[in-house]
């Protein structure tokens, strides 16, 4: 079984910074792509970036680009979500998924960690 914990959720300010990290662990499992999705009250779940493990290319919902970096460390197996620049409207439970790349869809999920921006 793979086990993937979130970290680094807070309350902050609009115009400040936080910085997410999820760590992937557990037996026989492949890392195609990692990903952040994030929920605000009352709305769908919503992409906001991915980064393909192997080449470290990295994608963005619009919404973000410009405010949010996207890293990794292979040989933690972490994914880290810098978020700049904070508006209110990013408030919401942040989640990474983990796809193998095997089945088209995501394997597995964090637990989530709540942001909150103030304005």
């Known amino acids: 079984q793979v086990q993937l914990v979130e970290s680094g959720g807070g309350l902050v300010q609009a115009g400040g910074s936080l910085r997410l990290s999820c760590t992937a662990s557990?037996?026989?499992?492949?890392?195609?792509?990692m990903d952040w999705f994030r929920q605000a009250p009352g709305k769908e779940r919503e992409f906001v970036a991915g980064?393909?493990?192997?080449?470290?290319?990295?994608y963005y919902a619009d919404s973000v680009k410009g405010r949010f970096t996207i890293s990794r460390d292979n040989a933690e197996n972490t994914v880290y979500l810098q978020m700049n620049s904070l508006k209110p409207e990013d408030t919401g439970v942040y989640y990474c998924?983990?796809?193998?790349?095997?089945?088209?869809?995501?394997?597995?999920w964090g637990q989530g960690t709540q942001v909150t921006v103030s304005s």
């Open positions: 557990g037996r026989n499992f492949n890392i195609y792509t």
């Open positions: 980064i393909r493990w192997s080449r470290g290319s990295t």
């Open positions: 998924a983990l796809n193998q790349g095997r089945s088209g869809q995501f394997d597995y």
